[in-house]
Nanobody, 114 residues
Framework: QVQLLESGGGSVQVGGSLRLSCAVSADSACRYSMAWYRQAPGKERALVASIAYGSTKYADPVKDLATISTENTKSTLYLQMNRLKFEDTARYYC?????????WGNGTTVVTSS
């Protein structure tokens, strides 16, 4: 069973930084392919960044502004976001790909303001 619990969201000023965390409860085999997604108000959920077997990928809007990482045991997934913009306001979700099945957390909300 995979359980994902996001935290770290909140209200941040434009230009600020934030680090989101996702506590991962899963077999080790389910921790090697993970991602952050976000869903802005009125929009579809979209990929922010992914990490699989140590290789990372980023969506164009966050390239050079965000960093996805895990610690050694892969029990926590992080998303460091810098120079936040208004358009970064969204609910952020952690995703694990395990055995061909996608597992999602409930998300954490980030609101950027002036």
């Amino acid at each position: 069973q995979v359980q994902l619990l996001e935290s770290g969201g909140g209200s941040v000023q434009v230009g600020g930084s934030l680090r989101l965390s996702c506590a991962v409860s899963a077999d080790s085999a389910c921790r090697y392919s993970m991602a952050w997604y976000r869903q802005a108000p009125g929009k579809e959920r979209a990929l922010v960044a992914s990490i699989a077997y140590g290789s990372t990928k980023y969506a164009d809007p966050v390239k050079d502004l965000a960093t996805i990482s895990t610690e050694n045991t892969k029990s926590t997934l992080y998303l460091q976001m810098n120079r936040l913009k208004f358009e970064d306001t969204a609910r952020y979700y952690c995703k694990s790909n395990c055995g061909g099945v996608a597992h999602w957390g409930n998300g954490t909300t980030v609101v950027t303001s002036s």
